[in-house]
């Protein structure tokens, strides 16, 4: 008896959509002195709370100034507020946004902390690049970003998707209630960092990206007591990104999204 052997059909592999998919779980957050932003991977946005633990009698905020003062503090808050948010036995891959200046210290402390979700992989992003990145901007041409914090202001210049240049100042929105901080003192804030960097620019990028525009970020974007002077001062747009205080978390999980098709497309972090 003559046996004919079909060939077996070849079925593409395909990954499930991101509900589905538990080993490529993930997660974007956005790590704030005023706020912590989560992002889950076929969940959406799951967290926008106050930055505090509570390790005795009272709250601590283990981040201050664009800085991780406590990472066992920030580990007990994560495990608190996404622990049982996960798959009991999943890996997520995490992407955390970072201040562009002090980078190095707070990656350090925010892997540290971000251990207790029992990551696969971590990855950071400057969270300027993540804002353009929500915002849609187009990286062919150098573009200016002003992310306005709570306690932290930062003006980034980004040349081809990549940080080219950056100033930083210890003031931000939560400053104007808390200290009593004149909104024109901000505002000054920002015109003087453009300025300095302006100047120092011997390549013309930052002209370049002045005549482009600035994207305004985070939840000092939508105060008209400090932004309405800027345009005049600054001689170019300014315009505000949609929805300004999740911009830079909306960008992390752009990045996810894009690693659960292409696992390389964060890069290393």
């Known amino acids: 008896m003559t046996v004919i052997r ?7 592999v395909r990954h499930s959509p991101w509900p589905r ?3 490529c779980s993930g997660i974007a957050l956005d790590l704030g002195s005023s706020r912590t932003r989560a992002w889950i991977a076929g969940r959406g946005m799951v967290l926008d709370v106050p930055t505090v633990t509570f390790p005795g009698s009272g709250a601590i905020h283990p981040i201050q100034r664009g800085a991780i003062v406590d990472a066992s503090g920030t580990a007990r808050m994560l495990d608190r507020l996404l622990g049982h948010r996960l798959p009991r036995f999943g890996r997520p891959l995490v992407v955390v946004t970072t201040p562009v200046l002090d980078g190095p210290a707070f990656r350090e402390a925010a892997r540290t902390a971000v251990e207790i979700l029992r990551p696969r992989a971590v990855h950071t992003v400057p969270g300027a690049r993540a804002v353009a990145l929500a915002a849609g901007a187009d990286h062919s041409s150098p573009l200016l970003v ?16 990549a940080v080219t240049d950056a100033r930083r100042t210890a003031l931000g929105v939560g400053d104007l209630g808390d200290y009593g901080t ?27 990206a002045l005549r482009r525009g600035i994207l305004l970020s985070g939840g000092g974007a939508l105060r008209p007591e400090i932004t309405h002077g800027l345009p005049d001062r600054l001689g170019c747009p300014v315009q505000p990104v949609p929805s300004p205080h999740t911009a830079a978390v909306r960008g992390a999980a752009g990045l996810l999204a894009a690693a659960h098709h292409h696992p390389l497309a964060t890069g290393p972090g």
């Open 6 to 12: 079909r060939p077996r059909r070849t079925v593409a």
């Open 21 to 23: 998919c538990r080993r």
């Open 146 to 161: 002003v992310d306005l914090g709570a306690h932290l202001t930062e003006v980034v210049l980004l040349a081809e998707g």
């Open 182 to 208: 004149p909104p024109g003192d901000l505002t000054d804030a920002v015109v003087d960092m453009v300025t300095a960097m302006l100047r120092q620019d011997r390549s013309a990028t930052t002209r370049t």
